[in-house]
């Protein structure tokens, strides 16, 4: 059973740092590309950021809007994907889930979500 | 980016009937388009890839159709169960993937 398990979240002032992870198995993870989607309170979903399978470059996109702030990296080893969340500003609150992105036909779509972890950035 | 728009904001159906949830994108995303459902509290579960492929799980009673600029998620008969949030997601053109603003499916 494909599971992800995201971590790490929690109360942090603006623009502080925190860091989340994304805890994945029934699957052989270092085969797939993850990515890190949010969902402020009460609004929709947004993107984050993307990384790549290692075979396919291990590289990594992200929204404009986090681009320079946000990292993103993986661990194959531990099958952990993660998210570094740097200069965090109110706007960053929210649901933060990882998911599982499946490779169709050169286009990537997002078969498996973790449960969310809640990032809340206030002083 | 590519605009997603869903229609109607909210659709209030009664169990057993059919509902239909629309979506457009401001330009063509071929068939690189999906259907999510969203219960409150619960992370988003897809539904439908490729404009029409059920993902693994999924009750018949779910069929998504359209391509190019158009799509429709159908549920044939309501169930209890059904009645949350629906999202359409694009996956042609990115970064940045785009979602339209989502569906409140409602018991009338």
């Known amino acids: 059973e494909v599971q992800l398990v995201e971590s790490g979240g929690g109360l942090v002032q603006p623009g502080r740092s925190l860091r989340l992870s994304c805890t994945a198995s029934?699957?052989?993870?270092?085969?797939?590309?993850m990515s890190w989607f949010r969902q402020a309170p009460g609004k929709g979903l947004e993107w984050v950021g993307f990384?790549?399978?290692?075979?396919?470059?291990?590289?990594?996109e992200y929204a404009a809007s986090v681009k320079g702030r946000f990292t993103i990296s993986r661990d194959d080893s531990k099958s952990i994907a993660y998210l570094q969340m740097n200069s965090l500003n109110t706007e960053d609150t929210a649901v933060y889930y990882c998911?599982?992105?499946?490779?169709?036909?050169?286009?990537?779509?997002?078969?498996?979500w973790g449960q969310g972890t809640l990032v809340t950035v206030s002083s | 980016e590519i605009v997603m728009t869903q229609s109607p904001v909210t659709l209030s159906v009664s169990p057993g009937e059919r509902a239909t949830l629309s979506c457009r994108a401001s330009?063509?995303?071929?068939?690189?388009l999906a259907w999510y459902q969203q219960k409150p509290g619960q992370a988003p579960r897809l539904l439908i890839y490729?404009?029409?492929t059920r993902a693994t799980a999924i009750p018949a009673r779910f069929s998504g159709s359209g391509s190019g600029t158009e799509f429709t998620l159908t549920i044939s008969s309501l169930q209890s169960e059904d009645f949350a949030v629906y999202y359409c997601?694009?996956?042609?053109?990115?970064?940045?993937?785009?979602f339209g603003q989502g569906t409140k499916l409602e018991i009338k």
């Open positions: 998911t599982r992105d499946r490779y169709s036909g050169s286009y990537y779509y997002f078969d498996y």
């Open positions: 029934g699957f052989s993870f270092g085969d797939y590309a």
């Open positions: 990384i790549r399978s290692k075979p396919y470059g291990g590289s990594t």
């Open positions: 330009q063509s995303v071929s068939s690189n």
């Open positions: 490729g404009a029409s």
């Open positions: 997601q694009q996956y042609n053109n990115w970064p940045p993937y785009t």
